[in-house]
Nanobody
Framework: QLQVVESGGGLVQPGGSLRLSCAASGFTLEHYDIGWFRQAPGKEHEGVSCISSSDGSTYYADSVKGRFTISRDNAKNTVYLQMNSLKPEDTAVYSC????????????????WGQGTQVTVSS
């Protein structure tokens, strides 16, 4: 069964850090573009970050640039999203998705989605 499963969410104070994991099963994650997305109540679905399978190039939304880092551990078949200096506006359900390699991970047609993990930033 092909699937990606997110973990690592939770409650953290402003300024804190979390590391989200996106673990793949049934396929080799390094052969696919992987994206992280988030959805907060009342807000649009937002692409947060992605990593390309072809050359490892990465993308970050302006709202997280300099604070979030995406990385891939091929041995563990897992992609991580390290989130530092978290802000209340980062509160959302974070999901990862896998898509076929394309010209850019930003435009990959992501088709395999996880169930999401809740991140809450609050004092």
């Amino acid at each position: 069964q092909l699937q990606v499963v997110e973990s690592g969410g939770g409650l953290v104070q402003p300024g804190g850090s979390l590391r989200l994991s996106c673990a793949a099963s049934g396929f080799t994650l390094e052969h696919y573009d992987i994206g992280w997305f988030r959805q907060a109540p009342g807000k649009e679905h937002e692409g947060v970050s992605c990593i390309s399978s072809s050359d490892g190039s990465t993308y970050y939304a302006d709202s997280v640039k300099g604070r979030f880092t995406i990385s891939r551990d091929n041995a563990k078949n897992t992609v991580y999203l390290q989130m530092n200096s978290l802000k209340p506006e980062d509160t959302a359900v974070y999901s990862c998705a896998a898509g076929p390699n394309g010209n850019s991970c930003q435009t990959s047609p992501y088709a395999l989605w996880g169930q999401g993990t809740q991140v809450t930033v609050s004092s």
